[in-house]
T-cell receptor, first 110, second 113 residues
Framework: TQLLEQSPQFLSIQEGENLTVYCNSSSVFSSLQWYRQEPGEGPVLLVTVVTGGEVKKLKRLTFQFGDARKDSSLHITAAQPGDTGLYLCAGGSNDYKLSFGAGTTVTVRA | GAVVSQHPSWVICKSGTSVKIECRSLDFQATTMFWYRQFPKQSLMLMATSNEGSKATYEQGVEKDKFLINHASLTLSTLTVTSAHPEDSSFYIC?????????FGPGTRLTVT
């Protein structure tokens, strides 16, 4: 059973459009991490958020951690084909283990 | 910084043989490393937590005698799949922990024939 629910499962958009991926849970996490994974490779860490209500921006990517530390979102502005990949959210616990969501496959068409 | 390597990147072995996969943190020391398994089109499933100098902690349903983990130093953990069978074929990924963050290796594709 996934502790973290990600939505949507698949997302296909045109280059230049915006997109948002959601990550929701009934559990409280000490941290929330977002990763991007390409086929045949390991996940690459994009960001870590630890404070409820925290917002972090990395160029065209904006990450938000919910006030109650149970949910998070990833927003990409003006998506590019290079943003294509599997986006995974992962909730951290006090024993440093991560619980992963099922992932969102994002395809940005040129 | 925070680079993790895995070796080999892919391996094909015959049923009944054993395969060892290495995970190294190249530019930092990791007291804790994790081993995951990933099936096609699915997310990562945690198999075990590897702690330097102590026995690994396995997740429920993971056979510790089949998946042997050794964490001999702060930069190296190994996973040995013993008596491999076709159902063990999968993508195995390790991660190394630095503070609250995990940095992942590139993965090892295991195919058992």
């Amino acid at each position: 059973t996934q502790l973290l629910e990600q939505s949507p499962q698949f997302l296909s958009i045109q280059e230049g459009e915006n997109l948002t991926v959601y990550c929701n849970s009934s559990s409280v996490f000490s941290s929330l991490q977002w990763y991007r994974q390409e086929p045949g490779e390991g996940p690459v860490l994009l960001v870590t958020v630890v404070t409820g209500g925290e917002v972090k921006k990395l160029k065209r990517l904006t990450f938000q951690f919910g006030d109650a530390r149970k949910d998070s979102s990833l927003h990409i502005t003006a998506a590019q084909p290079g943003d294509t990949g599997l986006y995974l959210c992962a909730g951290g616990s006090n024993d440093y283990k991560l619980s992963f969501g099922a992932g969102t496959t994002v395809t940005v068409r040129a | 910084g925070a680079v993790v390597s895995q070796h080999p990147s892919w391996v094909i072995c015959k049923s009944g043989t054993s395969v060892k996969i290495e995970c190294r943190s190249l530019d930092f020391q990791a007291t804790t490393m994790f081993w995951y398994r990933q099936f096609p089109k699915q997310s990562l499933m945690l198999m075990a937590t590897s702690n330097e100098g102590s026995k690994a902690t396995y997740e429920q349903g993971v056979e510790k005698d089949k998946f042997l983990i050794n964490h001999a130093s702060l930069t190296l953990s190994t996973l040995t799949v013993t008596s491999a069978h076709p159902e063990d074929s999968s993508f195995y990924i390790c991660s190394a922990s630095r503070a609250i963050e995990q940095y992942f290796g590139p993965g090892t594709r295991l195919t058992v024939t």
